[in-house]
Each structure stands twice: as structure tokens, then as C-alpha cells.
């Protein structure tokens, strides 16, 4: 019943700052591990970030530590994802993702979002 939707996608110059958001409608995601992931096209769905149901831990890929930044307020039901310091290799379609227990792989992830597209030109 939980739907997750994406947005703050576009298109900005490599070096440039964009900040996703994600909200859940239905019912909150208190209790849930939220995450991102990212996909272009002809290429696998890759983790990107994900943080715990207390707020901790965090856990980011080893391409965007240090550059990107995820947080949430599970008063708002909102799960955001800024990332900073972009790269024409950032460039997907980004996934906002909850499940229990979940961490770093995309089968622990009951619930997906339909995507935004980010897109860094050089």
C-alpha cells in the first residue's frame, strides 16, 4: 500500500548541486530502511545510499561518499538524497526504495518509486 514518489530531478552542469526528495502516501515508513538507487540505460541498477530506521547508520557507495548526503524526517514521511560535486557518470534515473531490515541490496526493498532523471552534462 506504501507509494513512494520522486522528485528535484534535471539536468545541471558537472560540479553543480541537486537535491532528490522522496515522499510515501498511504501509510508512514517509521520502522523502515529507506534507500536509493540509480540505473542508465544498458547498465545494472546500482545502490547509491541508504539510511537505517533510527536515522543510523548511513551507508553510501564508494562513488558518491563525501558527496552525497541522505537524510529523512519520518514526521513528513519524506527521504531526501543531496548530492553535490556531480559528474557526468551520476547521470540515471534515481530510485527511492523502503523496506525492513534492508541495507545495501535491492532484493531487501519492498517498495519502489517510478524514478527521476538526473542528468550532469560535462
Known amino acids: 500500500q506504501v507509494h513512494l514518489v520522486e522528485s528535484g530531478g534535471g539536468l545541471v552542469q558537472a560540479g553543480g548541486t541537486l537535491r532528490l526528495s522522496c515522499a510515501a502516501s498511504?501509510?508512514?515508513?517509521?520502522?523502515?530502511?529507506m534507500g536509493w538507487f540509480r540505473q542508465a540505460p544498458g547498465k545494472e541498477r546500482e545502490f547509491v545510499a541508504a539510511?537505517?530506521?533510527?536515522?543510523?547508520?548511513?551507508y553510501y557507495a564508494d562513488s558518491d561518499k563525501g558527496r552525497f548526503t541522505i537524510s529523512r524526517d519520518d514526521a513528513k514521511n519524506t527521504v531526501d538524497l543531496q548530492m553535490s560535486s556531480l559528474k557526468p557518470e551520476d547521470t540515471a534515473s534515481y530510485y527511492c526504495?523502503?523496506?525492513?531490515?534492508?541495507?545495501?541490496?535491492?532484493?531487501?526493498?519492498?517498495?519502489w518509486g517510478q524514478g527521476t532523471q538526473v542528468t550532469v552534462s560535462a
Open positions: 498511504a501509510q508512514t515508513f517509521s520502522g523502515y530502511t
Open positions: 539510511i537505517g530506521w533510527s536515522g543510523d547508520p548511513r
Open positions: 526504495a523502503a523496506g525492513r531490515g534492508a541495507t545495501v541490496f535491492p532484493t531487501g526493498y519492498n517498495y
